[in-house]
């Protein structure tokens, strides 16, 4: 059996920045086993897997070690693959998920994501994030990630995490974030319990930051920096319970798995 792989760079202008995603058009679902060894395989934060067509796809994410409910930065490389190899020409497609249907629009270069909102709530921070941080944020929420709100960008570019207790904490991942000095907000996010130690670049956390970020400034159109060490931009707009999350792509690899 041979599929086709793409590898796009995500939230990028060039290659070697933003993230690294997996893109595997099939014809059929193959076993669950089986994707998830290939997303281990690829050893990227995320491999996509997408079925259909005509504008229409069926989409799936996995990263090394599981599936998870919704990826930004991997939407936007699988549209990215509909929009240039698939179906050429086309800029419009919706991609059918575990968190609903997704809707992706190629404007001006940018690629938009419709994205749902993760709400969030203020909580205490548990001693697991404290330590896992290594510092105590001015303010803590939890969504489906923690939330860590500092004071300054310098803080969040200091950060230098224990992964092994942020591993242990109860949420997918763990968001740091503070106002930019050159944009809006900046943020960097750790998931080392889905084997994702620093994501370059986290489109789905931006479902949380947009509406909290736009609540904050009091706007809601935004632009965001992600600071892991590939780097990666973002525009956001808050729009009461769905987020737009754009960025670019570009492509990095073009080949083939033999199975």
């Not at 995603?21 to 050893?43: F, H, M, R, T, Y």
């Not at 897997?49 to 930065?73: A, I, K, N, Q, S």
């Not at 974030?177 to 943020?187: I, N």
């Not at 909290?212 to 931009?233: F, V």
Request: hydrophobic share 40%; with cysteine; charged share 25%.
């Amino acid at each position: 059996m041979r599929i086709p792989l793409y590898q796009i760079d995500a939230f990028a202008r060039e290659v070697f920045r933003g993230n690294p995603a997996a893109v595997c058009p099939l014809d059929d679902w193959l076993p669950d086993g089986v994707l998830q060894s290939i997303a281990a395989e690829n050893n990227l934060a995320e491999t996509a897997f997408l079925v259909g067509g005509e504008g229409r796809y069926r989409l799936r994410w996995f990263t090394p070690t599981r599936e998870v409910d919704l990826c930004g930065h991997a939407t936007l490389a699988s549209a990215h693959v509909v929009f240039e190899y698939l179906e050429p020409g086309r800029e419009t497609v919706v991609f059918d998920s575990r968190s609903g249907p997704l809707a992706v629009e190629r404007r001006e270069g940018l690629i938009t994501l419709d994205f749902p909102v993760l709400p969030y709530e203020a909580v205490e921070p548990p001693a697991l994030l404290v330590e896992g941080l290594g510092r105590t944020p001015t303010a803590t929420y939890k969504s489906r990630d923690y939330l860590a709100v500092f004071d300054t960008e310098e803080e969040i570019v200091a950060l230098r995490p224990d992964m092994a207790r942020l591993a242990k904490l109860d949420s997918l991942g763990t968001i740091a974030t503070a106002p930019g000095r050159s944009s809006d907000f900046v943020s960097r996010f750790f998931a080392p319990q889905a084997g994702i130690p620093e994501d370059p670049v986290t489109g789905s956390a931006h479902s949380t930051l947009t509406p909290y970020w736009a609540e904050r400034l009091g706007k809601t159109e935004l632009h965001a920096l992600q600071l892991s060490p590939r780097g990666g931009e973002l525009f956001c707009t808050a729009r009461g319970e769905r987020v737009s999350i754009a960025g670019r792509a570009v492509r990095y690899l073009e080949g083939t798995i033999c199975l």
